[in-house]
């Protein structure tokens, strides 16, 4: 039987009107490119022209052809385009991300401040190798505590969680079967902070009982009794940083009695308490100190000043006295580097203390060798300050100032939260005028220049957490949602409701977060 064929297709019908004309291809401008480096402003190359409708993928294959460098390793970079300082707008965002293409983003762009005839000056980041998913749905509501949830911390590794509440109990959560693992009873009054020892081996607690517990995460007993010393609640802790002390990391507790003790862990004995401040001491953070530092303690009071210590004697070495309010939040751009120790994205476990401190010490001469250590302190004055008290070796001469480099504003009300992104060039603000505000803090020209406000929250902005990539931002608020942020676009890339009141706290690890508040459950989210 002879195949048949199919019936010819059917004529389009244009109702009497001449068939359209079809559209000639849209012609491609070429511009004249000038690659420069978003720390420092230096050229990558020398200018060159190419069609403004390259994709960005083609621009970070080119850029990566450009860079004179030996390694052979593809690095991702992000490419933004500053807005001339005339044509910013307030509160408007002070550059274009190119996304897509330099045409469809720079040159298409409503405000046409860019035209191919001008040379364009692209800034490239380069970004982390590795990515994290954001986070789209509860994987996990965990209840258990049975009142709020005041705060939570994921583990150096993301194995393994644990959470404080108003219950007066700590509860740590195993993450890999989403379960309860451990109970930790011995607070009596709310648990105000947990905070993880760097090598993972111990858990500290503070509560409104003013006693400093420490716990074994593998058995969930207490090591020893409370310690005890503050004669009103512990308001934060720190431990001391993996690369100074890997075997027994001391620990650093701040309270509302305006005091800061620094214990030993070996021995659970008080080594030696920091007076000094006139009223409570909101935060207590445990820095490097630059290169070649020996730790350094930064507290921030209600008394308005930030102060600084050495670790070791305990000396006062600056008083910053800038803020006209209390002080009540501090970020170091060495924060998660100091926070993770020795765990990178690969996921090795060291072998010894001895590795675990070469490498969390290469971990972190790597991040303070481009920039200096850098503090932020955020205050109820509505401002931030941005501070550079040890200069690192070939950074730009602003490191070693008391003074502080910038004066961050725009809230409009107090600020809650400030925290930096894990590769130390970004820091986001949260305030109690539902804004989350991003400040550049890479080094090219202005360090703590405003980027943008990312709005979407109604209610207060309590907490903020970084992704490990530094590429996506998650908020919590008193409007029960956690918000995820796209830095590319400066818009919300996931809402992700479910709690049914005000979340107090969230971390952000892996690809996992996790959130908790006043509704008493614990939400574990992941892609």
Not at 164 to 190: A, K, N, Q
Not at 403 to 423: C, E, I, M, Y
Request: glycine share 8%; hydrophobic share 35%; with cysteine.
């Amino acid at each position: 039987m002879a195949t048949l064929l199919p019936p010819p297709k059917r004529p389009k019908l244009y109702h009497g009107i001449a068939e359209p004309e079809p559209e000639p291809p849209k012609v491609s401008p070429n511009v004249v490119v000038q690659f420069v480096h978003e720390h420092d402003g230096t050229p990558i190359a020398p200018a060159v022209n190419l069609p403004a409708n390259v994709a960005r993928e083609g621009l970070e294959a080119l850029v990566n052809q450009l860079r004179t460098k030996d390694d052979d390793e593809h690095v991702p970079f992000a490419f933004h385009v500053a807005l001339p300082e005339e044509e910013r707008k307030p509160n408007a965002p002070t550059r274009i991300v190119i996304s897509k293409s330099i045409d469809a983003d720079v040159l298409a762009h409503p405000s046409r401040i860019f035209s191919e005839e001008d040379v364009l000056v692209v800034h490239c980041a380069p970004q982390s190798v590795f990515k994290v998913r954001p986070a789209t749905r509860c994987s996990a509501t965990l209840s258990g505590h049975s009142s709020a949830i005041l705060c939570a911390s994921f583990s150096p590794t993301g194995n393994l969680l644990a959470t404080g509440s108003g219950d007066t109990h700590v509860r740590l959560w195993d993450l890999y079967t989403e379960t309860p693992s451990h109970t930790l009873i011995g607070h009596t009054g709310w648990v105000l902070c947990v905070e993880w020892d760097p090598l993972e081996r111990k858990l500290a607690s503070g509560g409104h009982d003013a006693h400093v517990r420490l716990w074994d995460p593998k058995t969930g007993k207490p090591l020893g009794d409370a310690m005890k010393g503050h004669s009103k609640w512990v308001t934060s802790l720190a431990w001391e940083p993996v690369h100074l002390n890997p075997s027994n990391p001391r620990l650093a507790s701040s309270s509302k009695d305006g005091t800061v003790r620094v214990w030993s862990t070996a021995t659970r004995k008080l080594e030696y308490a920091l007076g000094g401040h006139t009223a409570s001491v909101n935060v207590v953070k445990w820095g490097g100190g630059g290169l070649n530092g020996h730790g350094v303690l930064y507290t921030a009071s209600s008394d308005r000043t930030v102060r600084v210590w050495d670790a070791r004697s305990g000396k006062q070495l600056h008083i910053l006295k800038d803020h006209a309010h209390w002080v009540t939040t501090l970020a170091l751009n060495t924060d998660f580097v100091l926070r993770t120790g020795p765990f990178d994205h690969t996921g090795k476990r060291p072998s010894s203390d001895e590795e675990a401190q070469a490498l969390a010490l290469k971990r972190y001469t790597a991040l303070v060798s481009r920039t200096p250590e850098l503090l932020i302190s955020g205050s109820d004055d509505h401002t931030l300050f941005l501070w550079s008290l040890f200069a690192s070796s070939n950074a730009e001469p602003g490191g070693g100032k008391t003074k502080p480099l910038n004066r961050l504003t725009g809230h409009q009300r107090q600020v809650s939260h400030v925290a930096f992104s894990p590769d130390g060039r970004w820091a986001a603000s949260a305030g109690w005028d539902s804004a989350v505000r991003l400040w550049d803090c890479s080094g090219a020209g202005q360090l703590g220049k405003f980027v943008a406000t990312l709005r979407g929250h109604v209610g207060p902005v309590y907490r903020l957490a970084w992704s490990a990539d530094s590429r996506m931002l998650v908020s919590a608020s008193k409007d029960a949602t956690v918000k995820i942020w796209d830095l590319k676009t400066y818009k919300i890339k996931s809402d992700l409701p479910g709690h049914t009141d005000e979340v107090y706290c969230v971390d952000f690890v892996a690809d996992k977060v996790v959130s908790g508040g006043r509704d008493q459950t614990v939400k574990i989210w992941k892609n």
